[in-house]
């Protein structure tokens, strides 16, 4: 992972922080999800995990939630995606066919760029890609923690 300074923010959530900003104070509570859903949480990882209870998380709650989360110091963001059944993934949001960011677009993730998608797994449902998502191990404990094992990526 690259190591980052604590005080920068990468382009595309400088962008979307600005859109939030820009446009004033929501006046509909749809707006304010929208606009929640852009935040990443910084979440500080232990012995090279990230430790995520889920009672603290409550857009993993039902199949189809996600969640942007950032390892402390990294300037890498992952994509939590709550599968249903108590599954998850942990995905790269980097399209492996030339970089850029894919959007989670309901059951799909889609790159702006040239319109691969894949599926909340990280397969690749349609291309130019024709690898999948890099994607962390992750692990559901008897007590309700999400563990996402940054060392374990594929």
Do not use: K, N
Not at 97 to 117: D, F, M, N, R, W
């Amino acid at each position: 992972m690259r190591q980052a300074d604590e005080s920068l923010i990468d382009r595309r959530e400088f962008v979307e922080r600005s859109l939030c900003v820009m446009l004033g104070v929501p006046t509909t509570l749809a707006f304010l999800a929208g606009c929640a859903s852009l935040v990443t949480r910084t979440v500080a990882p232990v012995d090279g995990a990230l430790r995520l209870a889920l009672a603290h998380y409550p857009e993993l709650a039902a199949s189809g939630g996600s969640l942007r989360v950032r390892p402390e110091g990294s300037v890498d963001v992952i994509y939590v995606l709550s599968l249903g059944a108590d599954r998850f993934a942990a995905l790269s949001p980097i399209c492996t066919h030339l970089g850029c960011t894919v959007e989670i677009q309901g059951a799909h993730l889609v790159c702006p760029c040239h319109g691969s998608t894949y599926d909340r797994a990280g397969r690749v449902l349609q291309g130019p890609a024709e690898r999948a998502l890099a994607r962390y191990g992750t692990e559901l404990t008897p007590d309700g923690v999400l563990v996402i094992d940054l060392g374990g990526r594929t």
